[in-house]
């Protein structure tokens, strides 16, 4: 017997952020920079940190709870968590979240794909229900990486912000299919140019005298990178989807810099409005920045919309994907 092919639909979007604000005038005193000077560069004013008591968990399940909305957590069969900055490396987020939400039946896991993790995570869960193994699954982007800067270094400390972003998603019927086509790709030759290296004790003495290093960057690179990867990546997944690029109505890009976004806008011969923000108030949320911005725009599209999902980060992994947009209650 050929079992009916199954689509995908989005059920609920939520967001969290901690209540901390760092404005860029704050960084001012601290660094050698202006508020013009970071403005300028990446389109940034302030970002979120959460503060030495809180972790990534509290704002995760805000998240969860706002894309659940009316839904009993004992429906859902999935947790799909991207994060590169999980407050234990076990158990997993994921595990964390699934206790706290009290979504008993839930299995549960980790992703790790850095800045592109939200995609790599969605396409993920939405396969388990296409290929009807789960009905209904949550999608979870978090990071942290506010505990792993060098708040002396103005190349790194400006850029990032700690965020949460969540969607539900249900398995529906292949003519309601609303994820219409995907992409993730990797590059672990590039691994260096993005890093954050996990430092532990050695045998036989074993003392552990830090946790971490902090995050090493190369901005030009990663720069040339996004503006070269992502692009392409709209494009692939647009044929993939049967449209042209001109037939996409919102980009919601992975948020790390203003002037990424620009240029992507000018390489489609978009206009800019059409390429969702929020970077000036969040920075770079890494893994939610994607939910983060889309539970933020949502309102805004009109049922049959075309909306295309970009990111890149650490890996380097890039990927994207096309949603054709339907309101949910």
């Known amino acids: 017997m050929i079992e009916t092919p199954k689509g995908v639909r989005i059920a609920g979007i939520g967001s969290a952020t901690p209540s901390k604000v760092i404005s860029n005038r704050d960084l001012e005193k601290i660094l050698d920079t202006s508020d013009e000077w970071i403005k300028s560069r990446t389109g940034i004013s302030e970002r979120r940190v959460v503060e030495p008591s809180e972790d990534s968990l509290e704002i995760s399940v805000k998240a969860c709870q706002k894309a659940l909305g009316n839904t009993d957590p004992n429906e859902i069969d999935l947790i799909v968590v991207a994060t590169s900055t999980p407050d234990f490396l076990y158990p997993s987020t994921a595990c964390r979240v699934q206790a706290a939400l009290k979504a008993n039946r839930a299995a549960a896991f980790d ?28 999608v979870l982007g978090v990071d942290i990486h506010s505990r792993f800067l060098d708040w002396t270094d103005r190349s790194t400390s400006i850029l990032f912000g700690d965020g949460a972003g969540a969607v539900l998603i249900e398995q529906t019927s292949f003519e ?7 992409s993730i790709h ?4 590039g691994g260096c140019d993005l890093s954050l290296k996990n430092v532990s004790g050695g045998y036989p003495s074993g003392k552990l005298n830090k946790q971490t290093e902090n995050v090493q960057m190369n901005g030009r690179k990663i720069y040339q990178f996004a503006v070269t990867t992502i692009p392409k990546a709209i494009e692939e997944t647009a044929t993939m989807a049967g449209h042209k690029p001109e037939d996409i109505n919102y980009l919601i890009c992975h948020q790390a810099n203003q002037r990424i976004l620009d240029s992507v806008a000018e390489k489609m011969n978009w206009p800019k409005e059409k390429c969702i923000s929020n970077i000036s108030k ?8 994607i939910p983060l911005a889309w539970d933020e725009s949502y309102k805004s599209f009109q049922n049959g919309d075309l909306i295309s999902l970009a990111g890149f980060g650490a890996g380097l992994t890039w990927g994207s994907l096309i949603w054709k947009w339907k309101e949910f209650n």
């Open 176 to 182: 309601e299919n609303q994820l219409l086509s995907h």
């Open 282 to 289: 969040y920075g770079n949320t890494s893994a939610a920045s």
């Open 186 to 189: 990797s590059d672990g030759s």
């Open 111 to 138: 992703l790790s794909a850095a800045c592109t993790g939200f995609i790599f995570s969605l396409v993920t869960a939405a396969q388990f229900l296409q290929l009807g193994t789960y009905r209904k699954a949550l």
